[in-house]
Structure formats: structure tokens, C-alpha cells
């Protein structure tokens, strides 16, 4: 027999019996949701990666990330470091404040798309009623930070790898949005 227990009671239970309010324990609940989410995210995509080394090596008949770690693990989080810590090159003849921007307009639609995920039952950074329709109109700026990267560096081969980049999202983004717009007007019916 598999007994039913309820997480979140016992913790309350217990942040009650500590003399903390219901409010700070809700905060800290909706926060630890949250971390666990991204951790079982976070260790999903370094999984994936891994794998996907271990594989195409074996595919490629090599020996792949051994190295860094037991079984070459921490290869994901040395090439993390390593990408951190390059240099910013600017090009001599381009917009340095365009070059700069762009790749920071392609992240924050990412990063706002999480306001609207819920994360638990009732658990919801921002409930906006329109959650959707807010996610689908935040992802469709991500096409101009791209123009605006590859229009930056003052570069028509760098420009046109912009295009195709934006060409290629949007044309990503319309079937997507279509299909998800066509499940919420049937969920809205």
C-alpha cells in the first residue's frame, strides 16, 4: 500500500512549529520549486550533453571527453568556463552598442517566457491572464536581437548570417505559435 503524504503540509508543519509566518513559508516554497526545477533542468541538460559526446565519439571511432573528471563529466563545465572567460571581440568597424545589444535581446525573452510557467499548483511568478498570448508575443522579439547582432558588425556576411538566423526563427515561431494559439481558443470554447 502506498501511503499519501503531503510535502508541503509537513513542511508548513514544521516552518509553524520554527515561528515563521505563512506568508515567508510560501515565498521560500514557490523559491525551493523553483531551484528544483532549474537543478532537474540544469542536470538534464548536462546529461544530454554528456551523452551526446560519449556517443558521437563512439560513432567517430574516438576516444571523446575522458579527462575532465570521472568519465570526462565536468567536460560541459569546463567548456561553460571556458566560453565565459574568452575575450569580447568587437569589430574595429562596427556598432559596438548594436553588437552588445543584440545577443542580450535574444536572452531576456527567454528568461521573461518563465513568468508565466507554473511551476506547482498555484504557484506562478506572474498570473497574468493572458499567459499565452504573453509568452508567444515575448518570443517574437528574439528575431530582432538577431538582426540587430549581425547588422552590428558593420559585416554583409555577418548580416546576412543574421537574416537567415531570423529568417530561420520566425519561421520556427509561426507554426509553433499557430499550433499553441489553436489548443488555447479550443481550451477557451
Given at each position: 500500500m502506498i501511503s499519501n503524504i503531503n510535502l508541503e503540509d509537513k513542511f508548513f508543519s514544521f516552518f509553524l512549529t520554527l515561528g515563521f509566518s505563512k506568508e515567508f513559508f510560501h515565498f521560500l516554497w514557490i523559491i525551493f520549486s523553483i531551484l528544483i526545477l532549474m537543478l532537474g533542468v540544469t542536470i538534464g541538460v548536462l546529461v544530454l550533453v554528456w551523452l551526446e559526446r560519449k556517443i558521437s565519439a563512439a560513432i567517430q571511432q574516438r576516444i571523446g571527453p575522458e579527462y575532465?573528471?570521472?568519465?570526462?563529466?565536468?567536460q560541459a563545465l569546463a567548456d561553460g568556463i571556458k566560453l565565459f572567460l574568452k575575450e569580447d571581440i568587437v569589430p574595429a568597424q562596427g556598432d559596438v552598442w548594436l553588437f552588445n545589444i543584440g545577443p542580450i535581446l535574444v536572452l531576456i525573452p527567454?528568461?521573461?517566457s518563465y513568468l508565466v510557467i507554473p511551476f506547482e499548483y498555484?504557484?506562478?511568478?506572474a498570473n497574468f491572464s493572458i499567459g499565452v498570448f504573453f509568452w508567444i508575443a515575448v518570443s517574437s522579439v528574439v528575431p530582432l536581437g538577431l538582426l540587430m547582432a549581425g547588422y552590428g558588425s558593420n559585416n554583409k556576411y555577418s548580416f546576412l548570417g543574421g537574416l537567415r538566423a531570423a529568417a530561420q526563427s520566425i519561421s520556427y515561431e509561426i507554426p509553433l505559435a499557430l499550433s499553441v494559439l489553436s489548443i488555447a481558443l479550443r481550451v477557451i470554447r
Open positions: 575532465a573528471g570521472p568519465l570526462g563529466i565536468i527567454v528568461f521573461l498555484n504557484v506562478i511568478l
